[in-house]
T-cell receptor, first 112, second 114 residues
Framework: GENVEQHPSTLSVQEGDSAVIKCTYS??????FPWYKQELGKGPQLIID?????GEKKDQRIAVTLNKTAKHFSLHITETQPEDSAVYFC???????????FGRGTSLIVHP | KAGVTQTPRYLIKTRGQQVTLSCSPI?????VSWYQQTPGQGLQFLFE???????NKGNFPGRFSGRQFSNSRSEMNVSTLELGDSALYLC?????????????FGSGTQLSVL
């Protein structure tokens, strides 16, 4: 099955700084990589995803990069704001699987 | 469109009891998955239902079971509750049940076992 490692577990930044969260996966057949944001008291919400036929995808202040050779993908948040404070999860399904394996999560704290 | 709805939001039970949690997916979605979230283990997959059939199952004991109805609503049941079952139980739905579909999560049911 798929194994997903996520780092760091906690990330503290000042408002306006950039934040980067990295994930590695084990199954080379994996081809879909979503990122979820979980705010306190809520379920995870999809914020961006990337498929293996592209190396980078951007949506305003967030971007995801994928390196299939090294089997890792990263979430980049620029110009962080206090409302970006949340737990972020990466995920990857094994090739041919309907079920994603989630990373352990990164608690992002943005200080005003 | 209404999102994924889970009821109840909070539950307190004692060891040995059983509990049933409910999930209403987004209208038109046919796949429903259940996850257990704890601080120590993160998001752990329980099972997934598609068109009333359990299609995938995680590594949880038989005390955890589920079902899906013809309107795609799903329930999960935990029998003979243990202290370690205390967790946030999340339900997620997706549309056509194909590979690599976006998951939409509910806000979860927080279960406390005393």
């Amino acid at each position: 099955g798929e194994n997903v490692e996520q780092h760091p577990s906690t990330l503290s930044v000042q408002e306006g700084d950039s934040a980067v969260i990295k994930c590695t996966y084990s199954d080379s057949a994996s081809n879909y990589f979503p990122w979820y944001k979980q705010e306190l008291g809520k379920g995870p919400q999809l914020i961006i995803d990337i498929r293996s036929n592209v190396g980078e995808k951007k949506d305003q202040r967030i971007a995801v990069t994928l390196n299939k050779t090294a089997k890792h993908f990263s979430l980049h948040i620029t110009e962080t704001q206090p409302e970006d404070s949340a737990v972020y999860f990466c995920a990857a399904p094994s090739g041919g699987s309907y079920i994603p394996t989630f990373g352990r999560g990164t608690s992002l704290i943005v200080h005003p | 469109k209404a999102g994924v709805t889970q009821t109840p939001r909070y539950l307190i039970k004692t060891r040995g009891q059983q509990v049933t949690l409910s999930c209403s997916p987004i209208s038109g979605h046919r796949s429903v998955s259940w996850y257990q979230q704890t601080p120590g283990q993160g998001l752990q997959f329980l099972f997934e239902y598609f068109s009333e059939t359990q299609r995938n199952k995680g590594n949880f004991p038989g005390r955890f079971s589920g079902r899906q109805f013809s309107n795609s609503r799903s329930e999960m049941n935990v029998s003979t509750l243990e202290l370690g079952d205390s967790a946030l139980y999340l339900c997620a739905s997706s549309g056509g049940g194909g590979l690599n579909e976006k998951l939409f999560f509910g806000s979860g049911t927080q279960l406390s076992v005393l």
